[in-house]
């Protein structure tokens, strides 16, 4: 049986923050923060905005995009470090607002790498059979463990969800490979203490050498050859580690998904908003070669291939 994505979903809150709003809160400037890292701007969730709400707008978004309703749902997935609170999951939260039945529900800590984690483990799951419908979440409100007078981080997260329905595709479609790795060595670079601490350059070194390594790792796997890639979405961090893994698979700018200027670093979020966003855009379509990578705290990574369409 082969797992594919058959409903995707997103939501970012309203409320925008530009690299000028920063300028008057800390020590920093438009033009270093677009030339160093491609952000202009990052949503940012109000007081009454938590993870799972979030999580919950995106989850709809998607069940209705595959047709699908709660019910039809065998397992929630999601990946976030910052949960409403450490139990109970946001995945349970979801499982009760969603109208699900009694079924499985766990968070995935792997930092930004989250979504890329949640679906390997789905597409593990609907392969050995007894699981159909998955929602895989990736969401974060990194806001609420941002640090708005550190200019070192707090120029760049943002909060947002985006959702996947995975599910049982045709035969050659879907996901055709995946990767997931860990150095727990390099965890003091980037963590949570109240807030997100991080060594920007080790991150910066690791980042650029594990996502160009692991996308082409993915192709490899899949049988294909970098020139096989259609579309590939990296992690949204920082717009020069997106264009050294882009230039990595020697593939054309056009042919590389580019929302961190609008949403800044999302973590788990950001490749499952791209996702949906580039889809509904139509920029991925029926047969095409994508590659999702990631990288983040932990460390941790990982990249998914997938042949598009159900
Ligand atoms: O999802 C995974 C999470 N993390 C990442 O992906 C982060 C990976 N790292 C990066 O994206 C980059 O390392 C940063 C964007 C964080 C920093 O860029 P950089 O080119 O590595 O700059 P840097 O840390 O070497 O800092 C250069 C200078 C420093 O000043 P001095 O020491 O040269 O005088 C910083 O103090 O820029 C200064 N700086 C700032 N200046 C204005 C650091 N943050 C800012 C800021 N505004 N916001």
């Known amino acids: 049986m082969n797992a594919g994505i058959i409903g995707l979903g997103h939501y970012v809150p309203e409320k925008v923050v530009t ?8 020590d920093t400037n438009d033009e270093w923060i677009r030339t160093r890292t491609g952000i202009e701007q990052r949503r940012i969730a109000d007081d009454s905005i938590d993870t ?5 707008f995106a989850a709809v978004e998607a069940l209705k995009d595959a047709n699908l309703h ?3 749902l065998d397992m929630i997935l999601v990946a976030t470090v910052t ?3 450490p139990f109970p999951s946001v995945a349970c939260r979801l499982q009760n607002r969603l109208g699900a039945r009694k079924i499985a529900a766990m968070d995935i800590s792997a930092a930004c790498s989250g979504f890329m984690y949640g679906l ?16 895989v979440i990736g969401v974060e409100k990194l806001s609420k463990i941002t640090n708005w007078e550190d200019r070192n981080t707090c120029v760049l ?13 045709s035969e050659g479609k879907g996901i ?5 790795g860990s150095d727990g060595s390099g965890g003091e670079h980037l963590y949570q203490d109240e807030y997100i601490i991080m060594n920007g350059r080790e991150v910066f070194k690791f980042a650029v050498r594990q996502m160009g390594e692991s996308a082409v790792n993915v192709i490899e796997k899949a049988g294909l050859n970098k020139e096989d890639v259609d579309y590939l979405i990296p992690h949204q961090a920082n717009i020069r580690i997106m264009e050294a893994a882009r230039e990595r698979l ?7 998904s580019k929302s961190i200027h609008k949403y800044g670093n999302t973590s788990a979020a950001s490749i499952a908003i791209a996702l949906s966003e580039d889809v509904k855009e139509g920029k991925i379509k029926d047969n095409d070669t994508i590659v999702l990578v990631g990288f983040g705290g932990g460390l941790t990574w990982g990249a998914v291939a997938i042949k598009w369409g159900k």
């Open 70 to 72: 709660a019910e039809d």
């Open 176 to 180: 055709l490979s995946y990767e997931l």
């Open 83 to 85: 949960p409403d609170q």
């Open 52 to 56: 799972s709400d979030m999580a919950y």
């Open 157 to 169: 997260f943002g909060d947002g969800a985006g959702a996947a329905i995975v599910g049982p595709v």
């Open 19 to 26: 690299n000028e709003d920063l300028e008057k809160m800390v």
């Open 120 to 135: 390997a483990t789905a597409e593990q799951f609907i392969k050995s059979g007894g699981y159909k419908n998955i929602l």
């Open 250 to 256: 020697g593939i054309e700018p056009e042919k590389m």
